[in-house]
T-cell receptor, first 107, second 112 residues
Framework: AQRVTQPEKLLSVFKGAPVELKCNYS??????LFWYVQYSRQRLQLLLR??SRESIKGFTADLNKGETSFHLKKPFAQEEDSAMYYC?????????FGSGTRLSIRP | DGGITQSPKYLFRKEGQNVTLSCEQN?????MYWYRQDPGQGLRLIYY???????QKGDIAEGYSVSREKKESFPLTVTSAQKNPTAFYLC???????????FGPGTRLTVL
């Protein structure tokens, strides 16, 4: 079955601590992976995509095809990183979102 | 925040009534999407359209209908057949299916 799994509904870390939001996927073809973010009172928006291989707001994500994972990482969390994060997969015109992880940064 | 708009922001309807949610985009995007967002369940795809006058069912299309008569517009009708219509509905568009999606602000529908 095609799916995107985000095992953590809530992740709470202290400011300055490393962050890793997990994303695992199941897809038979060659998917494209994305991370979307929704800050409080803002629209859902793209954070980064695997093909661009860039760092956005200090976040990076590497596609690991062997482990079928696309974990989102940041070495030092900031309070403004508190938000809802969604991992998403597209392939053959189909798009699948994970259930989301709420990241809370404690001061 | 322009580009893709949804109206109204809040909508209340009585049980058994059909209701139509508006979604408009001026990004010249070919593809448009409707999602339902429920707590703990993330985004679930209702319908999507890759081109005018064509659309496909998503994972939870039962009880919903759409039309795509114009490139800019993709209205969603929540029919009385939808068993649990109270939810937050998000519309999105992308230049091509599978590319980055741009989301609207959402409509919160409450059925009384």
């Amino acid at each position: 079955a095609q799916r995107v799994t985000q095992p953590e509904k809530l992740l709470s870390v202290f400011k300055g601590a490393p962050v890793e939001l997990k994303c695992n996927y199941s897809y038979s073809g060659s998917p494209e992976l994305f991370w979307y973010v929704q800050y409080s009172r803002q629209r859902l928006q793209l954070l980064l995509r695997h093909i661009s291989r860039e760092s956005i707001k200090g976040f990076t994500a590497d596609l690991n095809k062997g482990e079928t994972s696309f974990h989102l990482k940041k070495p030092f969390a900031q309070e403004e990183d508190s938000a809802m994060y969604y991992c998403a997969l597209t392939g053959a015109s189909k798009i699948i979102f994970g259930s989301g992880t709420r990241l809370s940064i404690r001061p | 925040d322009g580009g893709i708009t949804q109206s109204p922001k809040y909508l209340f309807r009585k049980e058994g009534q059909n209701v139509t949610l508006s979604c408009e985009q001026n990004l010249n995007h070919d593809a448009m999407y409707w999602y339902r967002q429920d707590p703990g369940q993330g985004l679930r795809l209702i319908y999507y359209s890759q081109i005018v006058n064509d659309f496909q069912k998503g994972d939870i299309a039962e009880g919903y209908s759409v039309s795509r008569e114009k490139k800019e517009s993709f209205p969603l009708t929540v029919t009385s057949a939808q068993k649990n219509p109270t939810a937050f509905y998000l519309c999105a568009s992308s230049g091509l299916a599978g590319n980055e999606q741009f989301f609207g602000p959402g409509t919160r529908l409450t059925v009384l």
